[in-house]
């Protein structure tokens, strides 16, 4: 079984403060971790995937397998960032996502 | 840009009655997905198609709900007969394989 934990349904932070979005996850085998953002009115869509370690609109996220966490971080909150964020584990035997439950971020001017 | 394609965008209908979704996904991706999001909640899997073949059901309501891919590319996903409980977006997705998912803009579904 697999189980992926976002334990805030709101986050409100001010322009230019840091932003963590918390992910924890439930994963007997290998895990996999994305982050998808969904923007007021537009598609669910991939914001960044661990395994690349890169930093997408100045999104990271690290695997901590010890914690078994994925938070997603950024520095300085902006206005646009305000969204909706999931959390979601790639099941690598069935080749398809466990989404958490979503967090709204609001960031406030 | 290619993006998924989904029909309606938004659906009322009363209980007992039957309804269709239509999903139209990117050009060469083989496989398909139907996900349910109640509100409130993150997307759930119904079914996941590879081509043609359904991959997984496990937690579609094979009692009322059923999803096709005749031809391995747009697909159908239908609810008879529709229930209260069945108000709820309906996301398709497809991928060429890879976990990252497109998504497409979804269906609302009210059922009175």
Known sequence: AQRVTQPEKLLSVFKGAPVELKCNYSYSGSPELFWYVQYSRQRLQLLLRHISRESIKGFTADLNKGETSFHLKKPFAQEEDSAMYYCALHRTGANNLFFGTGTRLTVIP | ?112
């Open chain 2, 1 to 112: 840009e290619a993006e998924v394609a989904q029909s309606p965008r938004y659906k009322i209908t009363e209980k007992s009655q039957a309804v269709a979704f239509w999903c139209d996904p990117i050009s060469g991706h083989a496989t398909l997905y139907w996900y349910r999001q109640i509100l409130g909640q993150g997307p759930e899997l119904l079914v996941q198609f590879q081509d043609e073949s359904v991959v997984d059901d496990s937690q579609l309501p094979k009692d009322r709900f059923s999803a096709e891919r005749l031809k391995g590319v747009d697909s159908t996903l239908k609810i008879q007969p529709a229930e209260l409980g069945d108000s709820a977006m309906y996301l398709c997705a497809s991928s060429i394989g890879t976990p990252e998912q497109f998504f497409g803009p979804g269906t609302r579904l009210t059922v009175l």
